[in-house]
């Protein structure tokens, strides 16, 4: 599915729903292909997020800032690495591999303070958001792997990427 296809199922899905239909729901993660100072740029200058602090990793390896988005809800998970285990399933692993992916973002619905909507509108709120001012504006090559609805979880078209696989066979990126 094309990002901006699914931008627009986001803001059209009621919020009960949008787990069922969209796959959208606490842990949601974002896999980028990306300078990782730029990505931690993104959040700590954007003004919408508040900087908690950095964790750096053994195992596995690696550096993860954490944000608050600051009207509340979401908490922000934002690593130099794509995962700490087999948590996408092999035919995501395989795309990782094939597009480079070296980043993850995750979104998480346990910040104390919260937005007066539904726990997934909040984190739909935050995928809207970087989507529509860091990864489209920067042309950011990504992938929402948890983008398929949980009552059609065989559908692997309803999985997002940026630029598509289409998108990629015609311009090359």
């Not at 600051?70 to 094939?98: A, F, H, L, N, W």
């Not at 070296?102 to 346990?110: F, K, M, P, V, Y």
């Not at 489209?136 to 078209?157: Q, R, T, V």
């Amino acid at each position: 599915m094309k990002l901006a296809e699914y931008l627009r199922a986001i803001g059209e899905c009621p919020d009960e729903e949008l787990a069922s239909r969209l796959g959208v729901y606490d842990n949601w993660p974002i896999l980028l292909k990306v300078d990782f100072e730029k990505l931690f740029n993104y959040f700590r200058n954007s003004g919408i997020y508040s900087h908690q602090g950095t964790k750096n990793y053994k195992n596995p390896s690696g550096r993860c800032e954490f944000f608050d988005f600051i009207p509340g809800t979401v908490s922000i998970q934002v690593c130099d690495y794509t995962s700490g285990g087999k948590m996408y399933g092999e035919e995501v692993y395989e795309i990782i591999d094939r597009r480079g992916y070296n980043a993850r973002i995750s979104l998480h619905d346990d910040q104390e303070r919260k937005m007066p909507v539904h726990d997934h509108r909040a984190i739909a709120i935050v995928i809207e958001g970087i989507s529509t001012n860091f990864i489209i504006p920067e042309s950011i090559p990504m992938m929402f792997p948890s983008s398929i609805g949980h009552n059609n979880l065989e559908n692997k078209s309803q999985r997002v990427s940026f630029p598509d696989e289409d998108e990629i066979a015609m311009f090359g990126k």
